[in-house]
């Protein structure tokens, strides 16, 4: 199947591993060109020399915050001043500390809302405009299976992902008219290093083994297995495509049937 996403440009954040490393990924594989940022400058020229060589494609990679406006400002502005354009925007970033209500003080709250929802509204704003003026473009928000069906123990993602869901939800109505599409993709748990991370906190706090913790979670599971960040990969490059021209204000789980829930 063609996508039709040769040649258009698309922007991912906190792309130099796990999810968003898999959706940039698949765009490039698509023959997207692609920007990629995240923090540390030398695992995303690792990642971006990678991507060109598995895939041929054009590949800007900007080491930037996106928690900070500096960076998001810095992402757009290399974006647009290397490809003229963003058609495609992947709002990603890592996920804010897990623990419970009583653990995090106002400023961890504070840090969590910069990193998830402010880096999400603010560089959909930085690249907004050209897409209404093309009439097209795809903004998709990585969340997490946590808006629709809370995880216990994280209380500052549930709450900040909860309000990017209802940020994009109502910016969808907003821009429909405009041939632009926005969606949020919900990860489930995925073989990635944010999972592992989250496997061996919750197995230090109840004092067991982290391969219980693991086996415990893949029983929750329908499929019985963890996702592969490269399956999610494959849901965004789809969500970005011409072939999902008629998708909006929608939330897709990609979580191996983990939601119990009806919709």
């Given amino acids: 199947m063609d996508l039709g996403l040769r040649d258009r440009v698309a922007l991912v954040a906190a792309a130099s591993r796990g999810l968003g490393r ?74 804010p500390p897990s623990g419970p209500f009583e653990q995090h003080a ?52 549930n709450a900040v992902r909860a309000a990017v869901t209802g940020w994009a939800r109502t910016l969808a109505n907003e821009v429909a008219r405009d041939g632009v599409t926005v969606n949020n993709v919900l990860p489930g748990y995925t073989r990635t290093d944010r999972v592992q991370q989250l496997n061996a906190a919750t197995a230090a706090r109840e004092r067991i083994d982290v391969a219980e913790i693991e086996r415990r979670i893949e029983a929750q599971i329908p499929m019985r297995r963890l996702g592969e960040p490269r399956e999610f990969g494959a849901m965004v490059a789809f969500l970005a495509s011409e072939r999902a021209s008629y998708v909006t204000a929608q939330s897709i789980a990609v979580d191996g049937g983990w939601i119990r829930s009806l919709v």
């Fill in 22 to 95: 898999a959706c940039a990924d698949a765009l490039a594989a698509e023959g997207a060109r692609v920007v990629i940022c995240a923090r540390g400058s030398d695992a995303l020229a690792q990642t971006a020399r990678e991507i060109r060589a598995g895939t041929g494609a054009d590949v800007h990679a900007v080491a930037a915050d996106v928690a900070t406006m500096e960076g998001i400002q810095l992402v757009a502005r290399e974006a647009l001043g290397r490809f003229g354009q963003v058609d495609v925007l992947v709002n990603n970033a890592g996920g």
């Fill in 106 to 157: 106002w400023d961890t709250w504070e840090q969590a809302v910069q990193l998830t929802l402010r880096s999400a509204v603010e560089l959909t704003r930085l690249v907004l405009p050209g897409m209404r003026e093309r009439k097209w473009g795809r903004v998709i928000n990585v969340t997490s299976i946590a808006v629709k069906q809370p995880v216990d123990g994280l209380m500052l993602s």
